[in-house]
DNA sequence: GCGACAG
DNA sequence: ATCTTGTCGC
């Protein structure tokens, strides 16, 4: 386990906050293809909150590609930094992950983070935003659509479409499992959407979620308990 | 002004 | 995100 520490910089405003993105934003890469599916490391970060106590647990959950086990797992606790605001959610996460990557000995490989990337209102959500701050290959996968329009995918299992802002495909709604609600996809930084989906689809065989959300998310739900407990 | 709104 | 029991099903 490791404490949080939060940026001494860290906006204390939606202004600054807004501000931070705006610097930031042109700094995403989108011309790389990214890691192939089924090969290396895949990195699954996820965070939870006890807003009561003003503690946020996050876990990053390393595995095999190749064979979806995991390999390592780390996690870090600490005081909320941001409060949720729809399109700012970084500001509130991105710490607590940060502290989590860093207690890894693995180099994480490709991150998958729960939210968006390019599907956000100044194309800079949180898959973006942590890419920035590593470098690292990163996507978003999120479990609704946020503000977006999309076709309903076909039914079977791999079936894709449009996320929409406008004309522009920000993102696409993915089928992981047949009749099963689709994942909503889009870029961070140093992937390219059609390889972000290939990445998804290898990650979750079994589950509408990829494998490696569903063990961060539980990794960070058992820290946030276990910190409280003790 | 009011509702919608990733986690 | 989180509040929350049992229950249906593989």
Known sequence: MTIIEKPADWPRSEAEALAVQNALRDRVVLGEVGPPPGTGLVTGVDVAYDDDR?????????????????????????????????????????????????????????????????????????????????????????????????????QERGAASSLLAEDEEVGRALRTQPGVKPVFVSVGHRVGLGQACAQVLHLAPRFRLPETTRHADALCRRALKEAVAG
């Not at 996050?58 to 605001?85: C, K, N, Q, S, W």
């Not at 290959?137 to 503000?147: D, E, Y």
């Open 54 to 154: 003003d503690l946020v647990a996050a876990a990053a959950v390393v595995l095999d590609a190749a064979t979806l086990t995991v390999v390592e797992e780390a996690t870090a606790i600490g005081r909320v930094a941001f409060p949720y605001i729809p399109g700012l959610l970084a500001f509130r996460e991105i710490p607590a992950v940060l502290a989590a990557l860093g207690r890894l000995e693995s180099g994480p490989g490709l991150v998958v983070c729960d939210g968006y990337g390019q599907a956000h209102p100044r194309r800079f959500g949180l898959a973006s935003h942590l890419g920035v701050l590593t470098d690292l290959p990163v996507i978003g996968v999120a479990k609704n659509p946020f503000t977006f329009r999309y076709e309903q995918p076909g």
